[in-house]
T-cell receptor
Framework: DAGITQSPRHKVTETGTPVTLRCHQTENHRYMYWYRQDPGHGLRLIHYSYGVKDTDKGEVSDGYSVSRSKTEDFLLTLESATSSQTSVYFC????????????FGPGTRLTVT | GQQLNQSPQSMFIQEGEDVSMNCTSSSIFNTWLWYKQEPGEGPVLLIALYKAGELTSNGRLTAQFGITRKDSFLNISASIPSDVGIYFCAGPNTQGGSEKLVFGKGTKLTVNP
């Protein structure tokens, strides 16, 4: 298994509070991704990173920001959580060899009340 | 944007039966990936296909890269209860940056003992 961990694994928070999710990898892969998974929508890309301090938006980036100050860590921040951001969040990594395989972390279940 | 259509959406089978599912697109893909996701876990990469016509096996799983490059198939032989999960196909986005993947919405497999 690829060395990917996510923290926390579960979180309940209130509307309007800031939340940060962390993804940590031990594979030294260049690319890191944040997805959300919701019933009926499948996996949707929020943001991704193609190197330290290099990030770009995905298809559902509104309300989310990311940061990558080290190769191994990719943070996803909800500046002011809303109930529509209740979801399961997955981090994924991919190497820089030209292949497009992505390896996923175990996920974080976030509930915004 | 690009879309991947998976069918069937769900399957209910008896243990020991063979399973077939497919993934189609209106556009060409140059890589096909098949993932399995079990409840409460992240998707796990099962098989990667890189060449039209390629047939690749992983234990009881066999996947094929369609000749037209617009489809892929996954077969599971002699199903067992631990095959339960959601199976996703994915491929690199050739319209918006191939470092991103396009995902199908999954085929949910239930195996009755």
């Amino acid at each position: 298994d690829a060395g990917i961990t996510q923290s926390p694994r579960h979180k309940v928070t209130e509307t309007g509070t800031p939340v940060t999710l962390r993804c940590h990898q031990t594979e030294n892969h260049r690319y890191m991704y944040w997805y959300r998974q919701d019933p009926g929508h499948g996996l949707r890309l929020i943001h991704y990173s193609y190197g330290v301090k290099d990030t770009d938006k995905g298809e559902v980036s509104d309300g989310y920001s990311v940061s990558r100050s080290k190769t191994e860590d990719f943070l996803l921040t909800l500046e002011s959580a809303t109930s529509s951001q209740t979801s399961v969040y997955f981090c994924a990594i991919s190497d820089n060899r030209g292949l497009r395989e992505q390896y996923f972390g175990p996920g974080t279940r976030l509930t915004v009340t | 944007g690009q879309q991947l259509n998976q069918s069937p959406q769900s399957m209910f089978i008896q243990e020991g039966e063979d399973v077939s599912m497919n993934c189609t697109s209106s556009s060409i893909f140059n890589t096909w990936l098949w993932y399995k996701q079990e409840p409460g876990e992240g998707p796990v990469l099962l098989i990667a296909l890189y060449k039209a016509g390629e047939l690749t096996s992983n234990g009881r799983l066999t996947a094929q890269f369609g000749i037209t490059r617009k489809d892929s198939f996954l077969n599971i032989s002699a199903s067992i209860p631990s095959d339960v999960g959601i199976y996703f196909c994915a491929g690199p986005n050739t319209q918006g940056g191939s470092e991103k993947l396009v995902f199908g919405k999954g085929t949910k497999l239930t195996v009755n003992p």
